[in-house]
């Protein structure tokens, strides 16, 4: 099956512009994520869609970041206007429904995008 | 100190020694999961553990939970040159309201040839 596909790959911007991002998942999985990884630490999660609706988005910026998943499918996340400490890359990732323990099941990442901010 | 920390932050072994990576948390959990990340392909799950689970063995892999300790180890047997990558747990917390996982910093590992 094909993966998570994400673009652009990398992305160089100064502060202040503004820089979206488009995640596709894998067929069929209902639960999309997006993280944040700042080098040299794990990813943190920015939001957690189901379907459409989002489940979880204590820890996205809402100032400057946006996000939505039109459809229930393709996700875009969008970041205006951009500061330094935005550099990282992005990370989509996407799963099946939790199962009936509600516990979240493995995650496919897709290969991320790399935002530099000058 | 963060919801599941890895220790060590960085390992070098050769190539045919085995690798141990440990993980601490702090939560109660559904399920604690390991994952890869090397610069080639991305960030790849490697293993699920439910809490209710002590041990469990992929190929090489060996992971085992600790829920009184609240601690999780990731063991790999035989390393290969390709093992070279990072490695993360992540956890999924059942008594803090959040339905997500949350990732540890790491462990970078290299494997000599």
């Known amino acids: 099956e094909a993966g998570v596909a994400q673009s652009p790959r990398y992305k160089i911007i100064e502060k202040r512009q503004s820089v979206a991002f488009w995640c596709n998942p894998i067929?069929?999985?209902?639960?999309l994520y997006w993280y944040q990884q700042i080098l040299g630490q794990g990813p943190k999660l920015l939001i957690q869609?189901?379907?459409?609706?989002?489940?979880?988005d204590s820890q996205l910026p809402k100032d400057r970041f946006s996000a939505e998943r039109l459809k229930g499918v393709d996700s875009t996340l969008k970041i205006q206007p951009a500061k330094l400490e935005d550099s990282a890359v992005y990370l989509c990732?996407?799963?099946?429904?939790?199962?009936?323990?509600?516990?979240?099941?493995?995650?496919?990442f897709g290969p991320g995008t790399r935002l530099t901010v000058t | 100190s963060q919801q599941g920390e890895e220790d060590p932050q960085a390992l070098s072994i050769q190539e045919g020694e085995n690798a141990t990576m440990n993980c601490s948390y702090k939560t109660s959990i559904n399920n604690l999961q390991w994952y890869r990340q090397n610069s080639g392909r991305g960030l790849v799950h490697l293993i699920l553990i439910r809490s209710n689970e002590r041990e469990k063995h992929s190929g090489r892999l060996r992971v085992t939970l600790d829920t009184s300790k609240k601690s999780s180890s990731l063991l790999i047997t035989a390393s290969r040159a390709a093992d070279t990558a990072s490695y993360f747990c992540a956890t999924f917390p059942i008594d803090t309201g959040r339905r997500a996982l949350t990732f540890g910093s790491g462990t970078r590992l290299q494997v000599q040839p």
């Open positions: 869609f189901q379907n459409n609706g989002v489940v979880d």
């Open positions: 067929s069929g999985h209902a639960t």
């Open positions: 990732a996407s799963s099946k429904n939790p199962g009936l323990a509600g516990g979240s099941r493995e995650q496919y």
